[in-house]
């Protein structure tokens, strides 16, 4: 694969990640190396193959739609970065023009 | 104080008045102290450990102590445990204080275990020699210049230099057993579906499973059964029943293994040797042996990484500096928020896959990468359990080499994902694995055999390397 700085940044966006232009060049040698170490996969047989997505064979465990307290207020508050009493509290989001 | 290999010789010396639990935590405490240069743990639960140790000296006394009483464990630091620090070992949980305590611990905590701290180990459980850590390596205690394995590494090293009896894990490639070979323990990985996974911070959630490492097959066992089964939190855990082992030697098993596993290039000469020893140990104990191919070894380690990265730059989203964890100081608004936060609080092996998952994921490359690999997936699972309708276990070396120097593979990340080549197998098929102690080389580095069973077996798995161990008693 040969991954561009441009490619680089749209991914790092998607991953919401930067990255310090010293650090571009190797994460884009790693990322290359490591797609072309995957690119292996290209020569297995899958024709016919149904992708693999769950592990388990058990089909429709279903339980009872009850309510319950899962986690108190003040609990799911507690590793809040900012917060006030109710609230987590997060940077504004709409800017005055 | 003695060094205990199980919690059956604890409890003896318990019945004869010669040790408490009390007692028994004060010496690991001890222990910890002298060996903190290892780095094995990142926090001890001192109080917490000396309290529950006086409560369950107590319930031995009026009869009502659980299976574990007399067990001081160790977690790995990505396993919740309510009221204590937990942070996978990445600066972005700094301070982060875990909220409930995740299904295994909690049935372990009801059996009266002694949580004693937790442990080490690479960052989101990314990596195969816990030098990922925003906290440091961890050194390996047979040989301090190299690395204990990982992801579990401080786990490992915490049951090697009897800094406790036993640990808990998280294996989602081989972070248990790969450790556990390179300290000369027990590692187990659990059938997946078979054990919680509420509470595990997530890294590839169809991949990820708790389990034990410790010194005795017995304590391995106990440790998984009280931990296994249904889980209403994890819609992925298996509604079949756990049956409990009871050993019963001289058993005869058919037993399979990949002849590429030996044959591959990469595999260490000595390490090579030790394994037609084991090989021929089993022929002589009058077990049926047979050399199988399967032409998708070098396939394993590709596919894992595709599948694995992919889970992970979805489960890893949820750290976006907005409702815990590390916020960036220079958060202004919602995209300084989510990148400043995340590109500070990541280590460079956490980017590295978060990045190359959201390749695979990305609308130009998904077919092309994670549709293929979840099809060579299937190919991997289905030849794997053809193999195991065929033979009881298939058997190879945990790893290809013994524990390597620290750093001699930090600047090379394909090097150190070849780390995981015989590992991979299992969780890839979702089948239970265990590594056992086996043997060293002449350097006394410990080398460990890999037995992997069929889906749910592990009764089985157990009662086979429960034999295989009593011929290597005394490593």
Known sequence: MNLDDQKIDELAYLARLEFKQEDKEHIRNDLNRIIDFCDQLKSVDTEGVEPLVYLSDAQNVLREDLKEEALAKSEALKNAPSKDSDYFKVPKVLKKK | ?475
């Open chain 2, 1 to 475: 104080m003695k060094r205990y290999r199980s919690l059956s010789q604890i409890r003896l010396d318990i019945d004869e008045g010669k040790v408490s639990c009390s007692s028994l935590v004060d010496y690991y405490l001890e222990r910890i102290a002298q060996n903190s240069h290892l780095n094995a743990f990142l926090e001890i639960f001192d109080e917490d450990a000396k309290a529950q140790a006086k409560l369950v000296d107590q319930k031995l006394k009026d009869g009502s102590a659980g299976r574990l009483a007399g067990m001081v464990l160790a977690i790995k630091d990505n396993i919740s445990y309510r009221g204590h620090h937990v942070s996978a070992s990445s600066k972005i949980l700094e301070g982060f204080e875990a909220v409930y305590t995740a299904t295994a611990v909690e049935r372990l905590i009801a059996e009266d275990v002694i949580i004693i701290g937790r442990c080490n180990c690479d960052e989101f459980a990314m990596g195969a020699s816990n030098e990922n850590s925003a906290y440091g390596a961890v050194k390996n205690a047979d040989d301090e210049s190299r690395v204990p394995g990982g992801s579990s590494g401080g786990s490992a090293v915490a049951v090697q230099a009897d800094l406790c009896l036993a640990a808990l894990g998280s294996d989602t490639g081989g972070s248990i057993r790969q450790p556990a070979a390179f300290t000369g323990n027990v590692g187990f990985k659990p059938t997946y579906g078979r054990v919680s996974r509420w509470g595990l911070l997530a890294y590839g959630s169809s991949f990820d499973q708790i389990g034990p490492i410790s010194r005795s097959m017995e304590d391995c066992a106990l440790i998984y059964e009280i931990m296994a089964g249904k889980d209403p939190h994890d819609a992925t855990s298996s509604l079949k029943e756990v049956d409990s082992w009871e050993y019963s030697p001289e058993k005869k098993y058919k037993i399979g293994y990949i002849k590429e596993t030996i044959e591959r290039e990469g595999i260490d000469s000595e390490l090579k040797a030790h394994f037609n020893e084991v090989l021929d140990g089993l022929k002589a104990d009058g077990h049926e042996i047979e050399a199988v191919s399967f032409p998708y070894l070098d396939y394993m380690v590709p596919c894992y990484y595709v599948l694995t990265t992919a889970e992970a730059s979805s489960n890893l989203s949820r750290y976006s500096g907005m409702l815990y964890g590390h916020r960036s100081s220079e958060a202004q608004d919602i995209d300084t928020t989510f990148i400043k936060s995340r590109s500070e609080g990541f280590g460079e092996e956490v980017k590295r896959r978060i990045m190359t998952g959201t390749f695979v994921l990305s609308a130009d490359y998904y077919d092309a990468y994670y549709t293929k690999a979840q099809k060579v997936r299937r190919v991997i699972q289905n030849e794997s359990k053809a193999l195991l309708d065929k033979f009881d276990f298939l058997i190879s070396p945990t790893t290809p080499t013994a524990a390597f120097k620290l750093g001699e593979k930090a600047s090379d990340p394909i090097q150190m994902y070849l780390a995981d080549i015989y590992t991979v197998q299992a969780p890839l098929a979702g089948l239970p694995a265990i590594s056992i102690p086996t043997g060293r080389t002449k350097d006394g580095l410990a080398i460990g055999t890999q037995v992997m069973g069929n889906s749910f077996e592990e009764k089985k798995l157990f009662n086979f390397c429960k034999q295989v161990l009593e011929s290597y008693e005394n490593l």
